[in-house]
Nanobody, 123 residues
């Protein structure tokens, strides 16, 4: 199993940028797809982006052009670069992994989850 741990969250002003990291341990990282989700208070957890071991990516429409997912297989780490942040991007951001390929967008498609990192965007 590949257990993720998120970092890089914080407080940023609207229009700013943040880079989240997802460090993993256990298992063989290159066998896993990595995804980012987020959850705002009183809202459902929503898919943001995913990346396969070979670098194939999938994005939710509402983040295309602002968020970029990437990974470094040598360092067992994935990233989410977020630009032009808006107050509505405020949420807890989660990294998740699944064994195998594809970039599905459902919560149930992922097996292992991190504890989340808080992102707060001030206006």
């Amino acid at each position: 199993q590949v257990q993720p741990v998120e970092s890089g969250g914080g407080l940023v002003q609207a229009g700013g940028s943040l880079r989240l990291s997802c460090a993993t341990s256990g298992g063989t990282f290159t066998w896993y797809t990595v995804a980012w989700f987020r959850q705002a208070p009183a809202k459902e957890r929503e898919f943001l982006a995913a990346i396969t071991w070979s670098g194939i990516t999938g994005y939710a429409d509402f983040v295309k052009g602002r968020f970029t997912i990437s990974r470094n297989n040598a360092k067992n780490t994935a990233f989410l670069e977020m630009n032009s942040l808006k107050p509505e991007d405020t949420a807890t951001y989660y990294c998740a992994t699944r064994h195998g390929g594809g970039t599905p967008n459902g919560r149930l498609d992922y097996d292992y989850w991190g504890q989340g990192t808080q992102v707060t965007v001030s206006s």
